[in-house]
């Protein structure tokens, strides 16, 4: 195979991946898609072989696929070119919790379904555990009435963990051990090891919980006299949240500067440049660069505070 071959992407296309951070709060499904219909919502899609079956037999309800990880993203979007449902599936790369936040309005999805989830098994990493009674709120919440959500998992623990969770948040529950059904990569991973009946958990929304679409904050740009970034420190913290400055790139003839932001705020985590730039008028100004897709939090505005008070303290204002 010749070296321009083996640069190929291993997707067909990049239509169905939405680039979420620019759609409206909550999105517009019947403008995303052209059309109404059902909507329905994968989290965790892994290879998209559940979501492109279910896509191409069901052409009449459209698909949204969330998965953080982008190799899964690539498989996925493969796999729905070749099962020829790309024009019902959509996908979001990100966090299962802070998209169905903002992107999915109350009562506006027929089916949520969450197959072999990470279990994370340790103790001390619970926390990141899927289904907790605030998100099954969520989920429930973001349901039509009579709607369904639907978990599968291979471990005991995560199943019984899961069932002590959802008392309350306004779901009739049913639990059984189910046979091989869905023929994913973690399916087939679990029978390699000899396991032959699964956790099936199917929730069926009877009582609406109220979760408001979460609405982005307002980043206010700082607007600084002068500029020099020698003094930014490395990491700060405040709350849940944390926030690290990895790097530091600078043109000084241009009066460019812009820094690598990781902006931790559980479950969200962000990855950007700020530019530091002086305009025509010769102010300067703290902004994400452009290009970088990015949610207006509480944690960007604090980055973009520290970054403009790292210049103020290492230049006096001009006179």
Request: hydrophobic share 45%.
């Amino acid at each position: 195979m010749d070296r321009l071959a083996d640069s190929r992407p291993f997707y067909r296309s990049l239509e169905p991946l939405l680039i979420w951070q620019a759609l409206p709060r909550p999105a517009d499904w019947s403008a995303v898609f052209g059309r109404r219909a059902p909507l329905l919502l994968e989290i965790g899609v892994g290879n998209g072989e559940f979501l492109a079956r279910e896509a191409a037999a069901n052409p009449a309800r459209d698909h949204v696929g969330i998965e953080m990880r982008w190799a899964s993203i690539k498989r996925s979007l493969r796999n729905v070119a070749k099962s020829g449902a790309a024009g019902n599936v959509r996908f979001v790369l990100d966090d299962a919790k802070p998209v169905l936040e903002r992107l999915f309005a109350p009562r506006s999805l027929e089916r949520v379904v969450v197959l072999f989830p990470c279990p994370w098994r340790k103790s001390q990493h619970e926390r990141l555990r899927l289904f907790h009674r605030d998100f099954c709120e969520l989920v429930n919440s973001r349901l039509v009435d009579g709607g369904e959500a639907l978990l599968v998992t291979d471990w005991t623990p995560y199943h019984d963990w899961t069932m002590a969770q959802l008392p309350g948040t306004g779901f009739a529950v049913e639990s059984r051990l189910i046979d091989p059904t869905f023929a994913t990569k973690y399916e087939r991973k679990w029978l390699a090891q000899g396991r032959r009946q699964f956790h099936e958990v199917r929730m069926v929304k009877r009582d609406h919980r109220d979760v408001p679409v979460l609405e982005d904050r307002t980043v206010n740009p700082p607007h600084l006299a002068a500029c020099d970034l020698d003094r930014l420190v490395p990491e700060d913290e405040f709350g849940a949240t944390t926030i690290t400055f990895k790097e530091l790139v600078r043109d000084r003839e241009r009066h460019v500067a812009m820094v690598r932001a990781v902006i931790v705020e559980p479950p969200l985590t962000q990855q950007l440049w700020i530019t530091v730039a002086r305009d025509a008028h010769g102010a300067w100004w703290v902004v994400p660069a452009r290009g970088c897709q990015m949610v207006p939090t509480a944690g960007l505005q604090r980055a973009l505070e520290r970054v403009a008070e790292a210049a103020r303290a290492s230049v006096a204002p001009a006179a």
